[in-house]
């Protein structure tokens, strides 16, 4: 079944194909979709995208802070500095061109304009990669030719390289003469899950066509194997095109509105990567963000002139209908303190020492410990075990004030933060670390094109990863890792993926050693050398 898979029919659809209830207890067809097709019916996918509301709730964000954003006019493609973050790579947080692959290709690329960003949105796929070194080559100035001359019209606006799902039917058709129908049919049968008989089918009248048009073997075998490259993994061009129209929206809002933007990405909890990264990309943009308060702090994330606030979903434990009572009793008045703030809500203790951990009583408490709140916590949990079993279980308990209290340690206090939100809102995670790795000779994130055909020793924050196989089936793995600095790509060919991957976590940060690698300006690094930082 189908997520998004709608059938259209002339009538009752009962009338057109067999039907039957689904587990879910939906109408669905009896047929699978190549059933459907043969059948003639009408089938169209509807899908979501996230991307639209964070799009939405950004714009949404702008209009509420006083800015009067006219989406009728609204351009992005042809903006200067949206091109150049796009040109860039620097798109995290940006509907389809977020991911390591598509960030890197849009760096080796070195362009952000639209038409070229519809060709990338289509090109990086699982089996393209000779092909997008040969696309780059192609791009910056080296000297090419079509594969044939009966292709030139066709793949002329790409660089001579298939692209398009649609440049498969048209070559078949160039230069086999392929009917129509028969050409789509062999993009269809590309898609499937079973396809190698068909295929063979397909390539037996394939080259019998090409050879009839006196097309060499050697050409008929490398159209062919450009058009296997779309197997099982293609867009069209209208798809590629109206994915890079999404694409430019959110990265003219990155350009523009960083804060409103970044709180968006965050608060609709998709994408590429976790909060955790989104975080240290808020900041990469020069944002200040700033921890959950419970006197401001709204259950999403919020973002205004340069600032981001951390929304109360972020705290861990927190239950949404405590979130909810937080809102609505802030605004009748806001909190005076932590004791008015317990006797309004009445949050489960765990719930209030996680909003402590997190710093949500910096508003009313702006320069107190955590802990003599979690005294006052403390205090209150026992005066009420003391108290009759009728008592208002957080009735105000009477003034008093915190006994004397050791000054608490500020990496312990970072530690716990972190511990409840996943990340730290005014520093990098990596500061924890700091005294694992004094003395190791660490080059950091930003330096490292500085160092390209250099073993170097880096230490990094995993942050997201993709496992993909050699020609030869070995596995091996892309990952991505951040320092306070910077991000690094990185890349463990099969040797390493069997040494360290089942170390890797994503809680933690690793020092990494390895040869650090430049390919058309955009600096990756091969890792050899595997530790976790800090021993545990």
């Given at each position: 079944?189908?997520?998004?898979?709608?059938?259209?029919?002339?009538?009752?659809?009962?009338?057109?194909?067999?039907?039957?209830?689904?587990?879910?207890?939906?109408?669905?067809?009896?047929?699978?979709?190549?059933?459907?097709?043969?059948?003639?019916?009408?089938?169209?996918?509807?899908?979501?995208?996230?991307?639209?509301?964070?799009?939405?709730?950004?714009?949404?964000?702008?209009?509420?802070?006083?800015?009067?954003?006219?989406?009728?006019?609204?351009?992005?493609?042809?903006?200067?500095?949206?091109?150049?973050?796009?040109?860039?790579?620097?798109?995290?947080?940006?509907?389809?061109?977020?991911?390591?692959?598509?960030?890197?290709?849009?760096?080796?690329?070195?362009?952000?304009?639209?038409?070229?960003?519809?060709?990338?949105?289509?090109?990086?796929?699982?089996?393209?990669?000779?092909?997008?070194?040969?696309?780059?080559?192609?791009?910056?100035?080296?000297?090419?030719?079509?594969?044939?001359?009966?292709?030139?019209?066709?793949?002329?606006?790409?660089?001579g390289i298939m692209v398009y799902q649609e440049q498969v039917s048209q070559a078949a058709g160039a230069l086999a003469g392929f009917s129509h129908a028969e050409g789509d049919r062999l993009r269809k049968v590309m898609t499937w899950k079973d396809k190698g008989r068909a295929l063979g089918d397909y390539?037996?009248?394939?080259?019998?066509?090409?050879?009839?048009?006196?097309?060499?073997?050697?050409?008929?075998?490398?159209?062919?194997?450009?058009?296997?490259?779309?197997?099982?993994?293609?867009?069209?061009?209208?798809?590629?095109?109206?994915?890079?129209?999404?694409?430019?929206?959110?990265?003219?809002?990155?350009?523009?509105?960083?804060?409103?933007?970044?709180?968006?990405?965050?608060?609709?909890?998709?994408?590429?990567?976790?909060?955790?990264?989104?975080?240290?990309?808020?900041?990469?943009?020069?944002?200040?963000?700033?921890?959950?308060?419970?006197?401001?702090?709204?259950?999403?994330?919020?973002?205004?002139?340069?600032?981001?606030?951390?929304?109360?979903?972020?705290?861990?434990?927190?239950?949404?209908?405590?979130?909810?009572?937080?809102?609505?009793?802030?605004?009748?008045?806001?909190?005076?303190?932590?004791?008015?703030?317990?006797?309004?809500?009445?949050?489960?203790?765990?719930?209030?020492?996680?909003?402590?951990?997190?710093?949500?009583?910096?508003?009313?408490?702006?320069?107190?410990?955590?802990?003599?709140?979690?005294?006052?916590?403390?205090?209150?949990?026992?005066?009420?075990?003391?108290?009759?079993?009728?008592?208002?279980?957080?009735?105000?308990?009477?003034?008093?004030?915190?006994?004397?209290?050791?000054?608490?340690?500020?990496?312990?206090?970072?530690?716990?933060?972190?511990?409840?939100?996943?990340?730290?809102?005014?520093?990098?995670?990596?500061?924890?670390?700091?005294?694992?790795?004094?003395?190791?000779?660490?080059?950091?994130?930003?330096?490292?094109?500085?160092?390209?055909?250099?073993?170097?020793?880096?230490?990094?924050?995993?942050?997201?990863?993709?496992?993909?196989?050699?020609?030869?089936?070995?596995?091996?793995?892309?990952?991505?890792?951040?320092?306070?600095?910077?991000?690094?790509?990185?890349?463990?060919?099969?040797?390493?993926?069997?040494?360290?991957?089942?170390?890797?976590?994503?809680?933690?940060?690793?020092?990494?050693?390895?040869?650090?690698?430049?390919?058309?300006?955009?600096?990756?690094?091969?890792?050899?050398?595997?530790?976790?930082?800090?021993?545990r």
């Amino acid at each position: 079944m189908h997520v998004g898979g709608v059938v259209i029919t002339p009538g009752p659809i009962n009338r057109h194909a067999p039907l039957e209830i689904a587990p879910k207890g939906v109408p669905i067809i009896q047929w699978e979709k190549e059933g459907a097709e043969e059948a003639g019916l009408v089938k169209i996918d509807l899908l979501g995208n996230r991307s639209l509301a964070v799009i939405r709730d950004a714009v949404a964000d702008l209009r509420a802070g006083g800015h009067a954003f006219d989406e009728a006019t609204w351009q992005p493609e042809d903006d200067p500095a949206t091109q150049g973050l796009v040109s860039r790579g620097l798109t995290m947080g940006c509907f389809y061109i977020e991911s390591p692959a598509t960030r890197l290709l849009q760096e080796k690329a070195g362009r952000g304009d639209y038409e070229h960003l519809v060709i990338h949105s289509s090109i990086i796929r699982p089996a393209a990669n000779d092909y997008i070194q040969e696309y780059l080559h192609r791009l910056h100035g080296a000297p090419w030719q079509h594969i044939h001359p009966l292709l030139a019209p066709i793949l002329e606006e790409t660089y001579g390289i298939m692209v398009y799902q649609e440049q498969v039917s048209q070559a078949a058709g160039a230069l086999a003469g392929f009917s129509h129908a028969e050409g789509d049919r062999l993009r269809k049968v590309m898609t499937w899950k079973d396809k190698g008989r068909a295929l063979g089918d397909y390539r037996e009248k394939f080259v019998a066509g090409a050879l009839a048009r006196r097309v060499s073997h050697a050409c008929i075998d490398e159209v062919w194997s450009m058009m296997m490259s779309f197997a099982g993994y293609s867009f069209c061009k209208p798809h590629s095109a109206s994915y890079a129209r999404v694409s430019f929206q959110a990265a003219y809002l990155k350009a523009h509105y960083p804060a409103e933007f970044m709180a968006a990405v965050i608060s609709n909890q998709g994408g590429f990567y976790s909060a955790f990264a989104y975080v240290s990309e808020a900041r990469r943009l020069g944002l200040t963000v700033l921890p959950p308060c419970v006197n401001r702090s709204r259950v999403r994330w919020s973002g205004r002139n340069g600032r981001m606030r951390v929304g109360l979903m972020a705290v861990k434990g927190l239950g949404r209908e405590t979130m909810g009572k937080v809102i609505a009793e802030r605004e009748r008045r806001p909190y005076a303190d932590f004791d008015d703030f317990l006797h309004r809500v009445r949050p489960d203790e765990d719930e209030a020492r996680a909003l402590i951990h997190a710093g949500a009583f910096g508003g009313p408490h702006p320069n107190t410990d955590p802990a003599e709140l979690l005294w006052r916590l403390a205090r209150g949990r026992r005066l009420r075990e003391e108290a009759a079993r009728e008592q208002d279980l957080f009735a105000a308990p009477p003034p008093a004030s915190a006994p004397p209290l050791p000054p608490g340690d500020q990496l312990e206090r970072l530690r716990c933060q972190y511990a409840v939100l996943d990340f730290l809102p005014g520093c990098h995670p990596m500061v924890l670390f700091a005294e694992s790795l004094r003395g190791k000779k660490i080059i950091k994130a930003r330096d490292l094109a500085r160092h390209v055909g250099r073993r170097v020793r880096l230490a990094g924050w995993l942050i997201t990863g993709k496992t993909v196989w050699t020609k030869t089936d070995d596995p091996m793995q892309f990952l991505s890792f951040e320092d306070e600095t910077g991000l690094v790509e990185t890349t463990f060919f099969p040797t390493a993926y069997r040494r360290f991957a089942m170390m890797l976590d994503w809680s933690r940060p690793y020092l990494l050693e390895g040869l650090v690698e430049e390919n058309f300006g955009a600096v990756t690094v091969s890792v050899e050398q595997v530790a976790k930082v800090g021993g545990r």
